[in-house]
């Protein structure tokens, strides 16, 4: 009740304020536009219910859309948590330069995604500098073009996406690893346990509420992601890269309004329910510790 | 209590989620770079104007919007510098280079119009400005008689009414060749299908690639079946109209099926570049320009750049050779509007005019180089656009089918990119383009769907 006295409750007026009217109603707007039939060819716009969702899904490329979406995400979520966690483990260690290293780690996340994909397409080149140093290792076999070949494209896309955000990751990692007690570290020390042993049962358990965090956030960033896979493939070669909001993108660009919300409400709908299963699944986790 | 701090927090939780989701489809749209250059003319011309030409009302400022590749297509700098000398008005040059389009719809929709709009030409994309709210009407205005009829006829207009006036040259297209490596070769210009087959194998065999194909840029793979299917609208002239209306789907057309497989034949047998899906419109022009790859298939908008670039390159055309005497496809020039709602509707109608008038075509075509869309307009030609004029004065041309329709085909090339692929077979592609269609139609409510 004291905090109530300090800070009373209007003040959240003009952030709620802010956020309604920039945010909010934008959205729901959203959903009312997606069953209406607004496009660049009509003078007016009427209801017409679930008629674009029915659409969506008879057209059926959203469902792919979805599925490349789908599988991006948990590439990168899977990457990006695995490389973020062992770079804070080696960066929470007494090595020389730990502070200089966080910093050249964390940096790729302040860069522009744009650039990053400028910077990743020359490197996936066919004669780019990864194939070139597959050849000097005598991997020939190996070299492919990266993003022009459909079956690899979706996969290289990511692994850029991974690069760009493992340091973000890792930051959480290495302030959740610095919140551990140190005593539990010294006990199990002196109980004889091996590092591995230790990150296993001390470390990694303790870390729990960064884990959440740090999945929520990359799942949720990976299923609306949009910038990189413009910037570095369009959605191409075909359609074999294409994700929802690259998706969405160009259904807007050819005046279909209506429809590119509909698929919009279906992104929403889907991050929403994903993200809520993973919270629950993270936070009984947490609890049962 | 308790109750009360759980729906507040699920409102809350409910706000971030909107939020954070929402954010990424806005990134889509605030990404717009509109490179605005204002090119007013220069302290001094205004100073000139001033002096010399008496202005008869009060001068304005008028809002020019164009596409950059437009701006660096002609002298418009210079051009727009000549009017605001003789007018004594003044000429605000927007020049956009990304999102065009979808900019040009977001300010009419706000009602931000220029008070001239340089924009694309085919009906399907008159459509998309709204013209009877929008755009003043030139159907009776005297220079249109000198424009071009192919141009009046299948571009400029929707529903039957004149609103633009071309502002770019025909451009044509076909193949661009190396002539240094077909006479090193000893080859000829190919008349047929069987024919460029051929020549493609020799090309192949002297270790030259015989064609390179953009499949990153994915826009250039589209010329091949614009070109094909000119010849097919010679031979089945009403099939636009059966297509428009919906009496026959594109995946029934035999002759457009086949159009699609010889074009990814080439591809198949071996005679496109390797890593084709890196290869870029700018690598194409290169590889040609310096005798690398024998021949692109593209239009003559791409011999300004290449010669710009490489000023003596031996470049010359020949049509995409199908079966004797092929037909070229021609490209709907850009065309200037002007907007209804501006402040100043007269002053932009007297723009239109000025740039109808000969003198200042005669200025444009001379440093542009294309085929002019204006009648008695004589201007100098690039060799590969010269080679293929005298086809066109012969008739043997077409207008690009995917601006014949009343509605876009969708992203043409990203289905071409799946043919390339192998994920798609030829009918699958024409079956794509069939349903973009249909649901383009059905949201405009044409008749027929």
């Known amino acids: 009740m004291h905090i109530r006295k300090m800070y009373p409750l209007w003040l959240l007026l003009p952030v709620l304020l802010i956020y309604g009217s920039l945010y909010i109603i934008p959205t729901l707007s959203g959903f009312y536009y997606s069953v209406t039939d607004w496009n660049i060819y009509k003078e007016s716009i009427q209801f017409v219910g679930l008629q674009q969702y029915r659409d969506l899904l008879d057209v059926g490329d959203l469902m792919n859309a979805m599925k490349h979406t789908m599988i991006y995400a948990i590439i990168v979520t899977v990457l990006q948590n695995g490389l973020g966690l062992c770079l804070a483990l080696v960066l929470t260690s007494r090595i020389v330069g730990r502070n200089w290293f966080r910093t050249i780690f964390f940096l790729p996340c302040v860069l522009s995604t744009l650039i990053i994909g400028y910077v990743f397409s020359a490197i996936y080149q066919p004669d780019g500098i990864l194939n070139e140093f597959l050849r000097f290792l005598g991997l020939d076999f190996i070299t492919t073009d990266w993003l022009g070949n459909a079956d690899v494209a979706l996969y290289s896309i990511s692994v850029a996406n991974v690069w760009q955000y493992s340091g973000f990751t890792m930051a959480i990692y290495i302030a959740g690893i610095l919140m551990i007690p140190k005593e539990m570290i010294e006990a199990s020390i002196i109980d004889g346990s091996s590092y591995f042993k230790r990150v296993r049962h001390v470390v990694f358990p303790l870390l729990a509420p960064s884990f959440t965090i740090n999945v929520i956030l990359s799942l949720i960033g990976s299923l609306k992601v949009f910038e990189i896979v413009f910037a570095l493939t369009s959605g191409g070669p075909g359609d074999a890269t294409e994700v929802v909001n690259t998706y969405i993108f160009d259904q807007f660009s050819e005046g279909m309004y209506a429809y590119g919300t509909a698929a919009n409400v279906c992104l929403f709908i889907a991050i929403a329910v994903i993200s809520f299963i993973a919270l629950y699944v993270l936070r009984k986790r947490e609890v049962q510790l | ?449």
Not at chain 2, 83 to 107: A, H, P, R
Not at chain 2, 215 to 242: I, T
Not at chain 2, 385 to 409: E, H, Q, R
């Open chain 2, 1 to 449: 209590m308790q109750r009360k701090k759980r729906v507040w927090f699920a409102l809350l939780a409910m706000m971030l989620l909107v939020v954070m989701t929402a954010c990424g489809g806005k990134a889509a749209e605030s990404s717009e770079s509109t490179a605005t250059a204002s090119a007013t003319a220069s302290e001094t011309a205004q100073a000139q104007a001033s002096e010399t030409a008496a202005p008869k009302k009060d001068p304005v400022t008028l809002k020019v919007m164009m596409h950059a590749d437009w701006a660096k297509g002609g002298p418009w700098a210079e051009i727009m510098k000549g009017y605001e000398q003789k007018s004594g008005n003044k000429v605000d040059l927007q020049i956009v280079s990304d999102n065009f389009e979808q900019l040009v719809l977001t300010k009419l929709a706000t009602k931000d119009v220029p008070d001239v709009l340089f924009f694309f030409s085919q009906s399907s994309a008159i459509k998309k400005l709204n013209p009877e709210k929008n755009l003043v009407e030139l159907t009776d205005e005297p220079y249109m008689s000198r424009v071009n009829p192919t141009i009046t006829k299948y571009y400029l207009n929707e529903g039957g009414k004149i609103y633009g006036i071309p502002t770019s040259g025909m451009n044509v297209s076909g193949v661009l060749y190396n002539k240094k490596v077909f006479a090193d070769l000893g080859l000829a210009v190919p008349q047929t299908y069987d024919e460029l087959l051929a020549v493609s194998e020799k090309i192949k065999a002297a270790g030259i690639t015989p064609f390179y194909e953009a499949g990153k840029d994915g826009w250039p793979l589209q010329v091949f079946s614009f070109s094909g299917f000119a010849n097919l609208l010679d031979k089945q002239p009403d099939l636009m109209e059966k297509i428009n209306t919906h009496q026959v789907t594109l995946d029934q057309i035999p002759e457009f099926i086949d159009l699609l497989q010889k074009q990814v034949d080439i591809v198949n047998k071996g005679y496109a570049n390797k890593n084709l899906f890196s290869g870029t419109y700018d690598l194409s022009l290169d590889e040609l320009a310096t005798g690398k790859s024998a021949m692109v298939v593209n239009a003559d908008w791409a011999l300004p750049t290449l010669l710009a670039k490489y000023p003596d390159a031996p470049i010359g055309m020949f049509p995409q050779p199908f079966e004797a005497g092929s037909f070229v496809g021609i490209s709907d020039p850009q065309a200037a509007y002007a907007l209804k709602n501006s402040p100043n509707v007269e002053q932009a109608k007297e723009l239109l005019a000025y740039l109808a008038e000969p003198e200042i075509l005669k200025q444009y075509y001379d440093a542009a180089k294309t085929m002019p869309s204006w009648l008695g307009i004589e201007a100098p030609l690039n060799q590969g656009t010269a080679d293929l004029k005298p086809i066109v004065d012969a008739g043997k041309a077409a207008p690009f089918f995917n601006g014949l329709t009343t509605v876009s085909i969708g992203d043409f090339a990203k289905e071409l990119q799946s043919l390339y692929g192998g994920d798609k077979t030829a009918v699958e592609v024409a079956k794509a383009l069939q349903k973009n269609m249909d649901t383009a139609a059905k949201a405009a409510g044409l008749a027929g769907w």
